[in-house]
């Protein structure tokens, strides 16, 4: 059973920046592909970034360029580097895991506002 634990969460001002990681159990870790999910108020959760086993880098329209998902295998840890955040990056982001099923942690809150 894989469970996952995110930190770095916070509120920032409009163009500030904060970094993610989503620390992860079990010994397979280096196989598997991750990812950042983000859910705003009212609105369906939605990707944000993912990186296979191979470190290949997908990430929305609306995040690239400012957002890297990066990970550390000998740590287990996935990260999410956020710079330049505006209001609209506002909500919780949760990380995934991609084995045989999808696991996710608990999420946590990005509150982006003056």
């Known amino acids: 059973q894989v469970q996952l634990v995110e930190s770095g969460g916070g509120l920032v001002q409009p163009g500030g920046s904060l970094r993610l990681s989503c620390a992860a159990s079990?010994?397979?870790?280096?196989?598997?592909?991750l990812g950042w999910y983000r859910q705003a108020p009212g609105k369906q959760r939605e990707l944000v970034a993912t990186i296979t086993s191979g470190t290949i880098t997908n990430y929305a329209s609306s995040v690239k360029g400012r957002f890297t998902i990066s990970r550390d295998n000998a740590k287990k840890t996935v990260y999410l580097q956020m710079n330049s955040l505006k209001p609209e990056d506002t909500a919780v982001y949760y990380c995934n895991l991609h084995a045989t099923g999808d696991y996710w942690g608990q999420g946590t809150q990005v509150t982006v506002s003056s």
């Open positions: 079990g010994s397979l870790f280096r196989f598997y592909d």
